[in-house]
């Protein structure tokens, strides 16, 4: 499923949907492509959480960041609009995407591999015949309750989303937060193996978490919901609550 919520590393306001500048950059898409065997799918939330790591670890992997052999094609690719797109994947599909440089991120039941971001119209042929639909996943459990003391990613209560499309937010909630802390926190988030939970919020919380001034996102609105629909506040204890 594509994301393209605008989100930027820019000094504009990330989450205006008329042109801005990042839209004359050239355009890449961050590929994650998740497995989904047809006797074994990932439970729902799970999967969710895992998008989200991979996000994060390949944001603070090594080839990324300073001269490593992706760092280039990162920047480019933060420079522009921030894109996602969620894929799955199942045997020999799955294999294949093995194959190509990136990153495995395994959650309980997941599995997400994050590529490198591609040309918009340059994808491997290999991740490019994948499908982005028949990403729709179940819980087969009610989700615990999440950690107080470990970010939440929280989901906006009146939006139904795919999977995949909800894999792609939750990867930008996450990308905003890494964005906002500081080197040491994000060390120590590193260090911790990115805990995270992904949770639908309580729908009399929401008003106050999206105008609490934690890290917000806003679909640009080419798939699935309207423009400009908020959909994901990421709450990290290192941001505080911003009242």
Known sequence: MTSDSTVSGDNADPFLNEPTTRDEAPQFVLPLVVRIERDAPPARTDALETAARAVLTIL????????????????DWQDARIRK????????????????????????????RVFPPVPLDGWP??????????TDLDDPEPPADADPTAPVLWLN???????????AQTGHGAQLAWWELSDEDRTAWRQAGFPLSVRTADPARWPELTG????LVRDAGFTEI?????????????????G
């Open 60 to 75: 603070s992997d090594e080839r990324a960041v300073g001269d490593g052999e992706w760092a280039q094609v990162m920047r």
């Open 85 to 112: 797109v969620v894929r799955r994947a199942r045997g020999a599909e799955w294999r294949r995407a093995e194959a190509l440089p990136g990153i495995k991120v395994t959650g309980k039941s997941a599995e997400v």
């Open 125 to 134: 042929k290999d991740l490019a015949r994948l499908q982005v639909s028949g």
């Open 157 to 167: 209560p009146d939006l139904d989303m795919s999977a995949g499309k909800t894999m």
């Open 212 to 215: 609490s001034g934690l890290p």
């Open 226 to 242: 309207a423009p400009g629909s908020a959909t994901v506040v990421a709450e990290h204890p290192a941001l505080g609550h911003r």
